[in-house]
């Protein structure tokens, strides 16, 4: 519950994501909270009692700010170059959207931010994807929340819209290195268990990272 022993409202963009999914799901029959508003870019089809969806306008974000209010502020938007279409999209979705979101629920003082990033993220890294996710990191530990806490989770698996064979294949793989001992830090997560993870780290205090293995710690 919440500092008052209230129900808790929730907020989440990247609702309708592989993590999205089985968050809101989690949360809908959590007795914690009492409300689930999820900011999407368009209908998810999935309906509760708990759950209202707002279709809105990422690249307006302060036209939808007053609505942007609650108790915990979940993040767990992302996209790949090949679905974005361009690096200047990708950054759009994979910073810009969600720094934007996190800037204005800080101001309007949700008190509790939860961001799903990804392993290796560095804000100086060579790479671009890693780039992006590093600098998010950075970004939002500098919002006035009072809980800022950031998963960085291995390979994912679970239920996707769209299929991914790549990534299938590659954990297979992983989990076929697992078993004969490698690489054991690296295991792959499943989708339901990053969304249990983030209701999991709701009440630790301070600013907090969690990466790979660790995880899995949280489910306990």
């Keep these: 519950m919440s500092e008052k022993n209230q129900p808790r409202i929730a907020l989440i963009i990247g609702s309708t994501g592989m993590v999205g999914r089985e968050l809101v799901k989690q949360l809908c029959d959590d007795a914690e909270y009492a409300q689930i508003l999820s900011f999407v870019r368009r209908p998810s089809g999935f309906s509760h009692s708990k759950l209202k969806e707002h279709v809105v306008n990422f690249?307006?974000?302060?036209?939808?700010?007053?609505?942007?209010?609650?108790?915990?502020?979940?993040?767990?938007?992302?996209?790949?170059?090949?679905?974005?279409?361009?690096?200047?999209?990708?950054?759009?979705?994979?910073?810009?959207?969600?720094?934007?979101?996190?800037?204005?629920?800080?101001?309007?003082?949700v008190p509790v931010y939860v961001l799903v990033s990804s392993t290796g993220a560095n804000a100086k890294s060579a790479l671009f994807y890693p780039q992006i996710k590093g600098q998010l990191d950075e970004a939002v530990q500098k919002l006035s929340f009072k809980?800022?806490?950031?998963?960085?989770?291995?390979?994912?698996?679970?239920?996707?819209?769209?299929?991914?064979?790549?990534?299938?294949?590659?954990?297979?793989?992983?989990?076929?290195?697992?078993?004969?001992?490698?690489?054991?830090?690296?295991?792959?997560?499943?989708?339901?268990?990053?969304a249990r993870a983030m209701i999991n780290v709701t009440n630790k205090s301070g600013i907090n990272i969690f990466t790979l293995n660790e995880l899995f710690k949280l489910l306990k």
């Design 59 to 109: 690249d307006q974000p302060e036209s939808w700010k007053e609505l942007l209010k609650g108790d915990v502020l979940f993040s767990c938007m992302g996209t790949t170059l090949a679905a974005a279409g361009s690096k200047a999209n990708q950054y759009k979705v994979d910073f810009t959207y969600q720094f934007e979101t996190a800037r204005m629920a800080a101001e309007n003082k």
């Design 147 to 194: 809980s800022v806490q950031i998963l960085r989770p291995g390979q994912l698996y679970g239920d996707r819209i769209q299929k991914r064979t790549a990534e299938a294949i590659a954990v297979k793989i992983m989990f076929f290195m697992n078993k004969t001992g490698l690489f054991r830090k690296y295991k792959p997560i499943h989708s339901a268990e990053v």
